[in-house]
């Protein structure tokens, strides 16, 4: 395939549109965003299931989709990243295995908000408990989101190349979001303040950091493939 | 500085990505430090009474070990620029004290700890064991970092690769120490 | 062969020193809260400028840095303060 390739700049793209389509299935649609407080009775949390039944529905639909459509982008970024290691590539490799991870937990999230909504006859102890799992499925990525991002980081740090496949920069950008991921790991630890999974740091500032990292990849990795990094020694 | 870095406008130390890590850190522990002082002001009467369980003393001893290890580091990046043997044992003098804070800081913790306050005690606990644990997460990679400079060093002490590893290595352990003495005011002090 | 123990970066880790020592005894600074915020920020653009060397790093780096220290000082003081 040609290194300029239309197909390349595809997948890139697809990154944007994957993430627009997790955005429209969580906000309007299903009315995740911001999450519900994890300190609600289990009756509030089921009547909530109830009265926004066809959105939650619908979201899961975009949510488990975009959670798929991320793919290709991942690929396109994976390719990247071989290109940076060469034939040797135990990164490349890991990138790929931590990022199919968790993007697979993104399309069970949708799956058991889609659940939870599905019957609403069903006792609010049992919405409650597939919300729960839920919002953990949603959020717990960033485990493997910050293992990726170093992952990805070192990477891109370790080019040699005088002029590097991908900027420098990039590869620090993807250190510091990692590392403002990390409070995400502590969820499960409270039910309300600024860590617990609609938190301000454990759940807004990931969020926006996770959509920089985004817009910042695909500027840079479409960059990239305009000046055909791919196709340098 | 050069004059000719003078004229052409700057020296960056370490390298230029670096600080794009650097900033963006400054950005969001400056967010953290926002969310604390929100916090604060709404629940002023229980954070006072938990600041107050603090230990103060090791809080101020932690400090000057970071300011201290942050003296030895600049001396090491100054040594290595002008090639001076004396380079490699600054940097492991601050290594070992950037490694007293980490002791401290257990020590602190298992004591807190043994006394019932733990990390869900109140939300000022919440604050002070999550922002000094994601500040010691920082202080263990600075280590990392560090030691691996150390490493760079040739029999002859010196630095074969020039001083950017160095300087970068500096300039992040100097953010950790910036962003303690923030830490140091705010829980313990105010 | 410059002295390590006579040299400019000294001297700023002297200031430091006293700084903190200084915020910690209250009874000096009459339990100021605003002053020994004021002073901890103070350490930091001393930090920034001295020993990460900021005081010589391109204007537009060095005063990103400084706008960051006064904003962000500025708000905490008016959360804590005001």
Known sequence: ?233 | ?190 | MPSILANRAVLVWAVLVAATLLSFETTVLGNSGAVILVVAFAKVLLVGREFMELRDAPAPMLWAFQSWVVAVCGVLLALFFA
Not at chain 1, 49 to 73: C, D, E, K
Not at chain 1, 74 to 89: D, P, W
Not at chain 2, 85 to 114: C, D, M, N, Q, W
């Open chain 1, 1 to 233: 395939m040609d290194t300029k390739s239309t197909t390349m700049k595809l997948c890139t793209y697809m990154g944007a549109l994957a993430g627009t389509l997790m955005f429209v299935g969580i906000w309007p649609l299903a009315r995740m965003f911001p999450p519900l407080d994890p300190a609600l009775p289990v009756a509030q949390v089921a009547d909530y299931y109830r009265a926004h039944q066809t959105g939650i529905l619908v979201g899961g639909i975009l949510i488990t989709s975009a959670s798929v459509l991320f793919f290709p982008f991942l690929a396109a970024v994976a390719t990247f990243l071989k290109k940076i290691e060469g034939a040797i590539s135990p990164l490349t490799w890991a990138f790929v295995m931590i990022f199919a991870y968790g993007f697979v937990t993104l399309f069970f999230a949708g799956l058991f908000f889609t659940v939870a909504a599905y019957r609403t006859d069903r006792p609010d102890a049992e919405i409650a408990m597939l919300s729960d799992i839920a919002f953990f499925l949603f959020v717990m990525p960033a485990v493997p989101a910050f293992v990726q991002n170093v992952v990805t980081g070192v990477a891109i740090l370790q080019d040699k190349r005088a002029r590097p496949i991908l900027p420098r920069w990039l590869g620090y950008m993807n250190l510091w979001t990692g590392l403002l991921l990390l409070p995400g790991f502590a969820v499960g630890l409270f039910k309300t303040g600024p860590f617990a999974w609609n938190g301000v740091l454990a759940f807004w500032v990931p969020a926006v950091v996770f959509g920089i990292w985004f817009n910042l990849m695909i500027v840079a990795m479409l960059a990239a493939i305009k000046r055909d990094a791919l196709a340098e020694a």
């Open chain 2, 1 to 190: 500085m050069t004059t000719a870095e003078r004229r052409s406008g700057g020296h960056v130390p370490g390298e230029e990505g670096l600080w794009v890590f650097i900033g963006g850190d400054l950005v969001v522990f400056a967010v953290f430090f926002i969310t604390y002082a929100v916090a604060h002001r709404q629940e002023y009467a229980l954070f006072e009474a938990s600041r107050r369980l603090l230990d103060r003393q090791l809080g101020l001893l932690n400090t000057l070990l970071l300011l201290t290890s942050s003296l030895c580091m600049a001396q090491a990046v100054a040594a290595v620029r002008r090639d001076d043997r004396r380079a490699r044992p600054l940097l492991l003098a601050t290594i070992a004290l950037g490694s007293g804070f980490v002791v401290v800081k257990t020590f602190e913790y298992a004591a807190k700890i043994s006394h019932g306050f733990t990390l869900n005690t109140n939300s000022f606990s919440i604050y002070y064991y999550m922002f000094t644990a994601i500040h010691l997460v920082h202080v263990l990679i600075g280590l990392g970092v560090l030691c691996f400079a150390a490493s760079r060093f040739d029999k002859a002490g010196r630095m074969p690769g020039g001083a950017a590893l160095i300087e970068g290595s500096g300039a992040f352990w100097h953010l950790v120490d910036l962003l303690w003495i923030v830490l140091f005011a705010l829980l313990y002090l105010l």
